[in-house]
Protein backbone atom coordinates (compact mmCIF):
# COMPACT_ATOMS: atom_id res chain seq x y z
CA UNK A 1 0.00 0.00 0.00
CA UNK A 2 2.98 2.55 0.71
CA UNK A 3 4.47 2.27 -2.34
CA UNK A 4 0.77 3.04 -4.10
CA UNK A 5 0.56 6.12 -1.83
CA UNK A 6 1.02 9.77 -3.42
CA UNK A 7 4.26 11.32 -1.45
CA UNK A 8 3.70 13.84 1.28
CA UNK A 9 5.70 16.60 0.40
CA UNK A 10 7.11 18.57 3.20
CA UNK A 11 6.36 22.46 2.72
CA UNK A 12 8.00 24.63 5.98
CA UNK A 13 8.60 24.14 9.67
CA UNK A 14 8.47 26.60 12.60
CA UNK A 15 8.11 26.41 16.43
CA UNK A 16 5.10 27.28 18.39
CA UNK A 17 5.78 28.46 21.91
CA UNK A 18 3.42 29.93 24.98
CA UNK A 19 2.24 33.60 23.30
CA UNK A 20 2.99 35.04 26.20
CA UNK A 21 6.38 34.78 28.58
CA UNK A 22 5.79 32.60 31.23
CA UNK A 23 8.77 34.67 33.18
CA UNK A 24 10.08 31.85 34.95
CA UNK A 25 12.00 29.10 34.43
CA UNK A 26 10.71 25.78 35.82
CA UNK A 27 12.03 22.31 36.13
CA UNK A 28 9.13 19.33 36.61
CA UNK A 29 10.70 15.75 37.67
CA UNK A 30 9.44 13.15 36.17
CA UNK A 31 8.07 10.94 39.01
CA UNK A 32 8.27 6.51 39.41
CA UNK A 33 4.93 6.84 36.48
CA UNK A 34 6.84 8.15 34.15
CA UNK A 35 10.14 7.06 34.02
CA UNK A 36 9.57 3.41 32.77
CA UNK A 37 8.49 4.77 29.25
CA UNK A 38 11.88 6.43 28.46
CA UNK A 39 12.20 3.99 26.13
CA UNK A 40 9.30 3.67 24.03
CA UNK A 41 8.85 5.46 21.01
CA UNK A 42 6.55 9.12 20.50
CA UNK A 43 3.11 8.16 20.86
CA UNK A 44 1.37 8.87 17.29
CA UNK A 45 -1.98 10.33 16.65
CA UNK A 46 -4.10 11.25 13.33
CA UNK A 47 -6.97 12.75 13.36
CA UNK A 48 -8.49 13.78 9.92
CA UNK A 49 -11.38 16.65 9.22
CA UNK A 50 -13.09 17.68 6.24
CA UNK A 51 -12.39 21.65 4.65
CA UNK A 52 -11.10 23.21 1.97
CA UNK A 53 -9.58 27.15 3.77
CA UNK A 54 -6.23 24.97 4.28
CA UNK A 55 -4.33 28.38 5.05
CA UNK A 56 -7.17 29.25 7.90
CA UNK A 57 -7.04 26.16 9.48
CA UNK A 58 -3.62 26.59 9.67
CA UNK A 59 -3.56 29.78 11.40
CA UNK A 60 -5.74 28.59 13.18
CA UNK A 61 -4.33 26.00 14.31
CA UNK A 62 -1.04 27.71 15.44
CA UNK A 63 -2.77 30.86 17.32
CA UNK A 64 -4.82 28.11 19.24
CA UNK A 65 -1.68 25.98 20.00
CA UNK A 66 0.20 29.34 21.23
CA UNK A 67 -2.78 30.39 23.76
CA UNK A 68 -3.05 26.75 25.15
CA UNK A 69 0.30 26.44 25.59
CA UNK A 70 0.14 28.57 28.51
CA UNK A 71 -1.45 26.21 30.44
CA UNK A 72 0.14 23.21 28.73
CA UNK A 73 3.88 24.40 28.95
CA UNK A 74 5.60 21.41 29.77
CA UNK A 75 4.97 20.35 26.32
CA UNK A 76 6.93 23.56 24.60
CA UNK A 77 9.84 22.36 26.81
CA UNK A 78 12.57 19.75 26.66
CA UNK A 79 13.60 16.50 28.78
CA UNK A 80 17.09 17.36 30.81
CA UNK A 81 18.18 16.02 33.99
CA UNK A 82 19.44 17.92 37.55
CA UNK A 83 22.71 17.62 38.81
CA UNK A 84 21.62 14.36 40.47
CA UNK A 85 20.88 12.42 37.08
CA UNK A 86 16.98 12.68 37.81
CA UNK A 87 14.71 13.23 34.45
CA UNK A 88 12.90 16.42 34.57
CA UNK A 89 10.93 18.71 32.13
CA UNK A 90 12.83 21.88 32.02
CA UNK A 91 11.04 24.77 30.31
CA UNK A 92 11.77 28.79 30.13
CA UNK A 93 11.24 31.14 28.22
CA UNK A 94 14.41 30.82 25.26
CA UNK A 95 13.12 27.35 24.93
CA UNK A 96 12.01 26.76 21.14
CA UNK A 97 8.70 25.25 21.92
CA UNK A 98 6.61 22.54 19.58
CA UNK A 99 7.92 21.48 16.18
CA UNK A 100 5.02 22.26 13.38
CA UNK A 101 5.64 21.20 9.96
CA UNK A 102 3.37 21.94 7.26
CA UNK A 103 2.76 19.54 3.87
CA UNK A 104 1.03 19.05 1.30
CA UNK A 105 -0.96 16.03 0.13
CA UNK A 106 -3.35 16.51 -2.87
CA UNK A 107 -3.81 13.76 -3.98
CA UNK A 108 -4.96 11.87 -0.72
CA UNK A 109 -8.74 11.82 0.07
CA UNK A 110 -10.55 11.78 3.45
CA UNK A 111 -11.67 8.56 1.87
CA UNK A 112 -8.25 7.41 1.36
CA UNK A 113 -7.67 7.52 4.67
CA UNK A 114 -11.01 6.09 6.56
CA UNK A 115 -10.69 2.87 4.55
CA UNK A 116 -6.96 2.40 5.38
CA UNK A 117 -6.50 -0.12 7.75
CA UNK A 118 -2.86 -0.23 8.14
CA UNK A 119 -0.52 2.05 8.98
CA UNK A 120 1.91 2.41 6.35
CA UNK A 121 0.90 4.76 4.06
CA UNK A 122 -0.13 6.73 7.17
CA UNK A 123 3.80 7.43 8.04
CA UNK A 124 4.25 10.37 6.04
CA UNK A 125 1.12 12.28 8.09
CA UNK A 126 2.76 12.16 11.08
CA UNK A 127 6.11 12.87 12.59
CA UNK A 128 8.83 11.60 14.61
CA UNK A 129 8.25 7.96 13.19
CA UNK A 130 10.80 5.24 15.31
CA UNK A 131 12.01 7.99 17.24
CA UNK A 132 12.32 7.26 21.43
CA UNK A 133 11.37 9.12 24.04
CA UNK A 134 14.70 9.93 25.10
CA UNK A 135 15.30 11.73 22.48
CA UNK A 136 13.39 14.71 23.85
CA UNK A 137 16.45 15.67 25.35
CA UNK A 138 17.62 16.82 22.06
CA UNK A 139 13.66 17.04 20.45
CA UNK A 140 10.54 18.71 20.94
CA UNK A 141 8.47 17.15 23.27
CA UNK A 142 4.95 17.52 20.83
CA UNK A 143 5.89 17.72 17.31
CA UNK A 144 2.64 18.41 15.01
CA UNK A 145 2.15 17.84 11.21
CA UNK A 146 -0.78 19.70 9.12
CA UNK A 147 -1.01 18.09 6.28
CA UNK A 148 -3.40 19.54 3.30
CA UNK A 149 -5.57 16.90 1.56
CA UNK A 150 -7.28 17.22 -1.46
CA UNK A 151 -10.62 17.58 0.40
CA UNK A 152 -9.03 18.50 3.94
CA UNK A 153 -6.92 18.48 6.82
CA UNK A 154 -4.71 15.96 8.55
CA UNK A 155 -3.80 16.41 11.94
CA UNK A 156 -0.41 14.06 12.78
CA UNK A 157 0.50 14.45 16.49
CA UNK A 158 3.44 12.90 18.25
CA UNK A 159 3.81 12.94 21.97
CA UNK A 160 6.63 12.22 24.20
CA UNK A 161 5.31 9.70 26.31
CA UNK A 162 7.91 10.16 28.93
CA UNK A 163 5.88 13.03 29.77
CA UNK A 164 2.36 12.33 29.48
CA UNK A 165 -0.37 8.95 28.94
CA UNK A 166 -3.62 9.13 26.88
CA UNK A 167 -5.40 10.77 29.41
CA UNK A 168 -3.49 13.73 29.25
CA UNK A 169 -3.02 13.34 25.94
CA UNK A 170 -6.72 13.80 25.14
CA UNK A 171 -7.08 16.37 27.35
CA UNK A 172 -4.94 18.65 25.78
CA UNK A 173 -6.56 18.03 22.43
CA UNK A 174 -9.50 19.33 23.71
CA UNK A 175 -8.22 22.25 25.50
CA UNK A 176 -6.87 22.83 21.96
CA UNK A 177 -10.06 22.68 20.04
CA UNK A 178 -11.60 24.56 22.90
CA UNK A 179 -9.78 27.59 22.44
CA UNK A 180 -9.72 27.28 18.06
CA UNK A 181 -13.36 27.09 18.51
CA UNK A 182 -13.42 30.26 20.23
CA UNK A 183 -13.67 29.68 23.83
CA UNK A 184 -11.55 32.34 25.63
CA UNK A 185 -10.14 30.12 28.31
CA UNK A 186 -10.13 26.19 28.49
CA UNK A 187 -12.46 24.66 30.76
CA UNK A 188 -10.02 22.29 32.59
CA UNK A 189 -6.68 23.44 33.55
CA UNK A 190 -4.17 20.60 33.78
CA UNK A 191 -2.84 19.61 37.08
CA UNK A 192 1.09 20.07 36.90
CA UNK A 193 2.20 18.79 40.07
CA UNK A 194 3.36 15.68 39.55
CA UNK A 195 4.88 15.67 42.30
CA UNK A 196 1.93 15.18 44.54
CA UNK A 197 1.35 11.77 43.76
CA UNK A 198 4.82 10.46 43.45
CA UNK A 199 7.92 12.78 45.16
CA UNK A 200 10.61 9.42 44.98
CA UNK A 201 13.57 10.43 43.51
CA UNK A 202 15.29 7.77 41.14
CA UNK A 203 18.38 8.81 38.98
CA UNK A 204 19.07 6.61 35.80
CA UNK A 205 22.31 6.36 33.69
CA UNK A 206 20.68 6.82 30.59
CA UNK A 207 21.64 9.03 27.42
CA UNK A 208 20.03 9.41 24.15
CA UNK A 209 20.78 7.41 20.75
CA UNK A 210 22.67 9.00 17.75
CA UNK A 211 20.13 10.74 15.99
CA UNK A 212 19.89 9.90 12.89
CA UNK A 213 17.05 11.27 11.23
CA UNK A 214 14.17 10.04 12.37
CA UNK A 215 14.59 7.14 14.41
CA UNK A 216 15.94 3.57 14.60
CA UNK A 217 17.96 2.37 11.22
CA UNK A 218 15.84 -0.34 8.67
CA UNK A 219 13.06 -0.29 10.89
CA UNK A 220 14.85 -2.80 12.96
CA UNK A 221 13.86 -3.78 16.36
CA UNK A 222 15.94 -2.24 19.07
CA UNK A 223 17.70 -5.68 19.62
CA UNK A 224 18.93 -6.00 16.16
CA UNK A 225 16.59 -8.43 15.23
CA UNK A 226 13.92 -8.25 12.25
CA UNK A 227 10.58 -7.69 13.52
CA UNK A 228 7.95 -9.90 12.29
CA UNK A 229 5.58 -8.93 9.35
CA UNK A 230 3.05 -7.44 10.50
CA UNK A 231 -0.64 -6.17 9.81
CA UNK A 232 -3.15 -3.77 11.52
CA UNK A 233 -6.16 -4.06 11.01
CA UNK A 234 -9.47 -2.02 12.35
CA UNK A 235 -12.71 -3.57 13.36
CA UNK A 236 -15.50 -1.48 13.88
CA UNK A 237 -17.89 -2.83 16.87
CA UNK A 238 -21.36 -1.24 16.74
CA UNK A 239 -23.39 -0.23 19.87
CA UNK A 240 -25.83 -3.19 19.06
CA UNK A 241 -22.49 -6.06 18.48
CA UNK A 242 -20.94 -4.21 22.09
CA UNK A 243 -24.58 -5.32 23.75
CA UNK A 244 -24.43 -8.46 22.22
CA UNK A 245 -20.67 -9.25 23.40
CA UNK A 246 -21.52 -8.25 26.66
CA UNK A 247 -24.85 -9.66 27.07
CA UNK A 248 -23.26 -13.07 26.09
CA UNK A 249 -20.23 -12.82 28.34
CA UNK A 250 -22.85 -12.12 31.13
CA UNK A 251 -25.51 -14.46 30.11
CA UNK A 252 -23.63 -16.91 33.15
CA UNK A 253 -23.36 -14.62 36.19
CA UNK A 254 -20.14 -16.42 38.30
CA UNK A 255 -21.72 -17.82 41.34
CA UNK A 256 -19.03 -16.15 43.80
CA UNK A 257 -21.32 -13.18 43.92
CA UNK A 258 -18.58 -11.34 41.86
CA UNK A 259 -20.05 -8.02 39.67
CA UNK A 260 -21.41 -8.15 36.51
CA UNK A 261 -18.56 -8.40 33.47
CA UNK A 262 -18.03 -4.32 32.33
CA UNK A 263 -18.29 -3.42 28.24
CA UNK A 264 -14.32 -3.32 28.54
CA UNK A 265 -13.75 -6.79 29.83
CA UNK A 266 -16.41 -8.17 28.05
CA UNK A 267 -14.71 -7.18 24.49
CA UNK A 268 -11.29 -7.63 25.89
CA UNK A 269 -11.87 -10.97 26.93
CA UNK A 270 -13.69 -11.26 22.89
CA UNK A 271 -10.85 -10.12 21.57
CA UNK A 272 -8.51 -12.16 24.04
CA UNK A 273 -10.06 -15.83 23.13
CA UNK A 274 -10.21 -15.23 19.20
CA UNK A 275 -6.93 -13.71 18.87
CA UNK A 276 -5.19 -16.70 20.76
CA UNK A 277 -7.23 -18.98 18.24
CA UNK A 278 -6.11 -17.36 15.19
CA UNK A 279 -2.48 -17.88 16.69
CA UNK A 280 -2.80 -21.36 16.67
CA UNK A 281 -1.30 -21.94 20.44
CA UNK A 282 -0.93 -25.30 21.60
CA UNK A 283 -3.28 -25.70 24.48
CA UNK A 284 -0.19 -25.80 26.83
CA UNK A 285 1.16 -22.51 26.03
CA UNK A 286 0.88 -18.94 27.71
CA UNK A 287 -0.86 -16.23 26.61
CA UNK A 288 -0.69 -13.06 28.63
CA UNK A 289 -3.64 -10.25 28.82
CA UNK A 290 -1.82 -6.35 29.81
CA UNK A 291 -3.78 -3.59 30.10
CA UNK A 292 -2.57 -0.04 30.57
CA UNK A 293 -5.04 1.23 33.59
CA UNK A 294 -6.00 5.02 34.57
CA UNK A 295 -4.59 5.52 38.06
CA UNK A 296 -5.34 8.63 38.91
CA UNK A 297 -8.62 7.13 40.92
CA UNK A 298 -6.32 4.09 42.14
CA UNK A 299 -4.07 6.02 44.18
CA UNK A 300 -4.30 6.89 47.37
CA UNK A 301 -5.16 9.90 47.53
CA UNK A 302 -6.64 9.99 44.39
CA UNK A 303 -5.72 12.39 41.73
CA UNK A 304 -7.77 14.42 39.68
CA UNK A 305 -8.68 13.75 35.87
CA UNK A 306 -6.58 16.32 34.97
CA UNK A 307 -3.33 14.81 36.40
CA UNK A 308 -0.83 16.01 33.61
CA UNK A 309 1.83 13.06 33.23
CA UNK A 310 2.00 9.41 33.54
CA UNK A 311 -0.74 8.06 35.79
CA UNK A 312 -0.93 4.77 34.17
CA UNK A 313 0.52 0.93 35.20
CA UNK A 314 0.68 -2.22 33.32
CA UNK A 315 -1.46 -4.70 34.49
CA UNK A 316 -0.44 -8.53 33.53
CA UNK A 317 -2.36 -11.41 34.32
CA UNK A 318 -1.82 -15.31 32.40
CA UNK A 319 -3.49 -18.28 31.49
CA UNK A 320 -2.97 -21.49 28.93
CA UNK A 321 -4.55 -21.09 26.06
CA UNK A 322 -6.43 -24.17 26.33
CA UNK A 323 -8.08 -23.02 29.90
CA UNK A 324 -8.93 -19.58 27.80
CA UNK A 325 -10.33 -21.10 24.77
CA UNK A 326 -11.54 -24.50 26.37
CA UNK A 327 -13.91 -22.75 28.84
CA UNK A 328 -17.03 -20.49 28.09
CA UNK A 329 -15.74 -16.09 27.85
CA UNK A 330 -16.75 -15.53 31.31
CA UNK A 331 -13.62 -17.63 32.48
CA UNK A 332 -11.40 -15.35 30.93
CA UNK A 333 -13.86 -12.25 31.41
CA UNK A 334 -13.32 -13.34 35.12
CA UNK A 335 -9.97 -13.85 35.16
CA UNK A 336 -8.91 -10.35 33.40
CA UNK A 337 -12.19 -8.73 36.23
CA UNK A 338 -9.62 -9.95 39.10
CA UNK A 339 -6.34 -8.51 37.71
CA UNK A 340 -7.99 -5.00 37.56
CA UNK A 341 -10.01 -5.46 40.84
CA UNK A 342 -6.73 -5.91 42.66
CA UNK A 343 -4.85 -3.63 41.32
CA UNK A 344 -5.49 -0.86 44.27
CA UNK A 345 -3.85 1.75 46.27
CA UNK A 346 -1.87 -0.76 48.24
CA UNK A 347 -0.75 -3.17 44.82
CA UNK A 348 0.05 0.23 42.83
CA UNK A 349 2.49 0.99 46.01
CA UNK A 350 4.60 -2.23 45.90
CA UNK A 351 4.49 -1.93 42.08
CA UNK A 352 6.37 1.93 42.82
CA UNK A 353 8.25 0.79 45.72
CA UNK A 354 10.16 -2.56 43.60
CA UNK A 355 10.83 -0.33 40.35
CA UNK A 356 12.51 1.93 42.41
CA UNK A 357 14.21 -0.52 44.30
CA UNK A 358 15.76 -2.02 40.91
CA UNK A 359 14.41 0.06 37.99
CA UNK A 360 13.63 -1.39 34.60
CA UNK A 361 13.11 0.49 31.56
CA UNK A 362 10.82 -0.95 29.48
CA UNK A 363 10.73 -1.54 25.92
CA UNK A 364 7.05 -0.85 24.28
CA UNK A 365 7.00 -4.48 23.28
CA UNK A 366 7.80 -6.49 26.95
CA UNK A 367 4.02 -6.92 27.31
CA UNK A 368 4.18 -10.82 27.57
CA UNK A 369 4.56 -13.98 26.02
CA UNK A 370 1.66 -14.30 23.16
CA UNK A 371 0.40 -11.42 24.51
CA UNK A 372 -2.95 -9.57 23.79
CA UNK A 373 -2.03 -5.83 25.01
CA UNK A 374 -5.00 -2.93 25.36
CA UNK A 375 -3.54 0.54 24.99
CA UNK A 376 -5.94 4.04 24.75
CA UNK A 377 -9.76 3.91 25.96
CA UNK A 378 -13.26 3.93 24.20
CA UNK A 379 -13.88 6.87 26.75
CA UNK A 380 -11.20 9.30 25.49
CA UNK A 381 -14.27 11.53 23.71
CA UNK A 382 -11.74 11.39 20.28
CA UNK A 383 -14.87 12.65 17.91
CA UNK A 384 -15.53 15.80 19.95
CA UNK A 385 -12.15 16.90 19.01
CA UNK A 386 -13.58 20.21 17.20
CA UNK A 387 -11.40 23.09 16.20
CA UNK A 388 -14.59 24.89 14.23
CA UNK A 389 -14.83 23.16 11.15
CA UNK A 390 -16.95 20.28 12.30
CA UNK A 391 -15.57 16.80 14.29
CA UNK A 392 -13.06 14.32 12.60
CA UNK A 393 -13.89 12.23 10.07
CA UNK A 394 -11.44 9.65 11.68
CA UNK A 395 -8.91 8.71 14.69
CA UNK A 396 -5.74 6.44 14.17
CA UNK A 397 -2.97 5.32 15.92
CA UNK A 398 0.58 5.95 13.97
CA UNK A 399 3.20 2.93 13.88
CA UNK A 400 4.47 4.03 16.81
CA UNK A 401 4.74 1.83 19.69
CA UNK A 402 3.40 -1.49 17.85
CA UNK A 403 3.54 -5.06 18.29
CA UNK A 404 2.32 -8.07 17.71
CA UNK A 405 -0.97 -8.22 19.91
CA UNK A 406 -1.20 -4.43 20.64
CA UNK A 407 -4.31 -3.15 20.46
CA UNK A 408 -6.02 0.44 20.62
CA UNK A 409 -9.47 1.08 21.52
CA UNK A 410 -11.41 4.02 20.16
CA UNK A 411 -14.85 5.53 20.70
CA UNK A 412 -16.74 4.92 17.62
CA UNK A 413 -17.54 7.64 15.01
CA UNK A 414 -21.10 6.55 15.53
CA UNK A 415 -21.40 7.46 18.69
CA UNK A 416 -23.35 5.95 21.71
CA UNK A 417 -21.40 2.34 22.96
CA UNK A 418 -19.72 2.22 19.96
CA UNK A 419 -15.63 0.83 19.72
CA UNK A 420 -13.40 0.74 17.02
CA UNK A 421 -10.43 -1.93 17.81
CA UNK A 422 -7.62 -1.38 15.92
CA UNK A 423 -5.69 -4.70 16.24
CA UNK A 424 -1.61 -5.25 15.19
CA UNK A 425 -1.35 -9.16 14.67
CA UNK A 426 1.29 -11.13 12.67
CA UNK A 427 0.26 -11.88 9.27
CA UNK A 428 -0.62 -15.17 9.07
CA UNK A 429 -2.84 -14.54 12.50
CA UNK A 430 -4.53 -11.62 11.12
CA UNK A 431 -5.75 -13.66 8.29
CA UNK A 432 -7.47 -16.04 10.60
CA UNK A 433 -8.84 -13.83 12.53
CA UNK A 434 -10.12 -11.88 9.44
CA UNK A 435 -11.88 -15.17 8.73
CA UNK A 436 -13.54 -16.11 12.13
CA UNK A 437 -17.09 -15.67 11.83
CA UNK A 438 -17.22 -16.33 15.55
CA UNK A 439 -15.62 -13.19 16.27
CA UNK A 440 -16.52 -11.06 13.56
CA UNK A 441 -20.56 -12.14 13.75
CA UNK A 442 -21.58 -9.06 16.12
CA UNK A 443 -20.29 -6.65 13.52
CA UNK A 444 -22.96 -7.89 10.93
Known amino acids: MASETP ?3 LTGKTHVKPNKKLGKKDHCQLVTFDLPYLAFYYNQKLLFYKGSDFEDMVKKLKEGLGVVLVDFYQLAGRLGKDEEGVFRVEYDDDVEGVE ?10 IADLEVEEGTSSLKELIPYSLVLNLEGMQRALLAVQLTKLKDGIAIGCAFNHAILDGTATWHFMSSWAEICNGCPTISTRPFLERTKVRDTRVKLDLSPPPSNGNGTANG ?22 IDKIKSTVNANPPSDGSKPFSTF ?14 RS ?3 EDYTVFT ?27 VTAAGLLSGNPPEFGAGVIQKAIESHNANAIEQRNKEWESAPKIFEFKDAGVNCVAVGS ?3 FKVYEVDFGWGKPEGVRSGSNNRFDGMVYL ?3 KSGGRSIDVEISLEAGAMEKLEQDKEFLLPLV
Request: glycine share 4%; net charge positive.
Open 377 to 379: SPR
Open 291 to 317: VFADCRKRVDPPMPDSYFGNLIQAIFT
Open 281 to 283: LKP
Open 265 to 278: QSLSVHIWRHVTKA
Open 220 to 241: ASSNGNASPQLRERVFKFSESA
Open 100 to 109: VVEAVAEEIS
Open 7 to 9: KVK
Open 410 to 412: YQG
